[in-house]
């Protein structure tokens, strides 16, 4: 018998984590290795949000806070929802966590009994099928339908959803893939779920101002006001200011929900760091402008990527409109053998290849749960983009 639980034993660390760990060691022992495997942003946090940190830190903000987070940040987030979102949120329905992992954590944790299932569109992010297996449930997969927009219909929505449903987690822009969903199309998830009083929204928002061109972000509750009182928003401070490292992130929602997720933070992580809420504050409050400058290098980085991975044999992408990951199409690759010998059977050897003989870091898209991909990120220099490309395209003209 394990001394470890069954509720552990069930999931697996997160691979993005791992690659990007296992890049990171390479480069600190000398190897070239680009990393297009992280998903933070490869810019500072800005100024004027150490600024806050820094002036907090004087101020002696050293204590615990409120659990659910501090009163003036809760006010700044309701402020955002309203100005952004077009939605009104009380103090009750905020929860302020050390980042948005642990928001969809708790979320999970504070609603899933054995049984339930939890819907949820491929490709995704690596950790909701991890975490609604911890919180004991079951994730129901629902492949996109269209590989070249990476959407999944209503229909295929309708056909997922039964009286086991608990949540439908839903993440856009997304991570892997990119992929924004638009006003109409979270109309017509809206009219399935109206079929379906009992399931709750999950909405992943935290790639809600990395959208490009003329793409637009819309929200669930936002479009579908009478699904407002089953929705959950999550969102937070790592991919909009650059702060991966400060662990901040937010969720609002329905009340007793809330008040369930505060009870599990409080006996877990408790409040979130308080310097960081205090960085947070002055982010929410000070003008996004910056981001003008992030989105257009971002936009850059991303046309380019895009128009070189389409020229490299065996690789094929679409332009993705919104956060700062490609997720690249490899089957031309399967099948053939590399100069070490190794044939790639599934995406898995595909990101081996590339990291171990062309010295770029990605992570499989099998742990996304879409299959043969892989998934860069954009969030690097074009200087960085450009060498991975000269790299996997030396690297691939090696294989036969
Ligand atoms: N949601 C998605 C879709 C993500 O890609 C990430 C991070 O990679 C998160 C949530 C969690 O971000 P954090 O916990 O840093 O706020």
Redesign the pocket.
């Known amino acids: 018998m394990s001394f470890l639980s069954d509720r552990v034993q069930a999931v697996k660390p997160s691979p993005?984590l791992a690659i990007d760990q296992k890049a990171k060691e390479l480069i600190a022992a000398g190897v070239d290795v680009v990393n297009l495997a992280t998903?933070?942003p490869d810019f500072p946090t800005p100024q004027h949000v150490c600024e806050g940190a820094i002036k907090a830190i004087h101020e002696g903000k050293h204590k615990y806070t409120a659990v659910d987070g501090i009163p003036e940040l809760k006010k700044a987030i309701i402020a955002k929802f309203k100005a952004d979102n077009g939605l009104d949120y009380q103090a009750d329905q905020i929860i302020v966590s050390p980042?948005?992992?642990?928001v969809?954590f708790s979320a999970l944790m504070a609603s899933v009994n054995p049984g339930d299932e939890v819907v949820i569109p491929a490709p995704y992010?690596v950790?909701y099928p991890d975490m609604v297996k911890l919180a004991g449930g079951t994730p129901v997969f629902i492949p996109c339908h269209d590989t070249k927009t990476f959407k999944i219909s209503s229909d295929q929505l309708r056909e997922s959803l039964n009286a086991r449903t608990k949540w439908l987690i839903l993440?856009s822009p997304?991570?892997p893939c990119g992929v924004v969903y638009t006003r109409e199309e979270l109309m017509s998830f809206g009219e399935v779920l109206r079929d379906f009083p009992h399931v709750h929204i999950l909405t992943?928002d935290?790639?809600e101002y990395l959208v490009y061109g003329d793409t637009q972000f819309h929200t669930i509750a936002e479009v579908c006001p009478d699904l407002y009182e089953r929705t959950l928003i999550?969102n937070?401070?790592?991919?909009a200011y650059a702060m991966?490292g400060w662990?901040?992130?937010y969720g609002a929602g329905p009340v007793p929900l809330l008040k369930a997720m505060k009870t599990i933070q409080s006996q877990s992580t408790s409040n979130p760091c308080s310097i960081t809420q205090y960085a947070a504050l002055a982010a929410m409050t000070s003008p996004r402008t910056f981001m003008d400058d992030w989105r257009r290098q971002y936009v850059e980085r991303r046309t380019a990527f895009v128009a070189r991975v389409n020229q490299i044999p065996g690789l094929s992408c679409e332009m993705p409109d919104g956060a700062f990951y490609i997720f690249i199409r490899c089957e031309g690759l399967l099948g053939k053998t590399t100069a070490s010998g190794k044939t790639l059977v599934d995406d898995m050897d595909v990101a081996s290849f590339m990291l171990d003989e062309c010295g770029v870091a990605v992570t499989p898209g099998s742990v996304f749960g879409m299959s043969p991909y892989v998934r860069v990120t954009y969030a690097t220099s074009m200087e960085n983009i450009l060498k991975a490309c000269d790299k996997l395209e030396a690297g691939i003209q090696t294989i036969k």
């Open positions: 993005t998903g933070e980042g948005g992992k642990m969809v992010w950790s993440n997304n991570n992943d935290i790639y999550v937070g401070a790592s991919k991966t662990r901040l992130g």
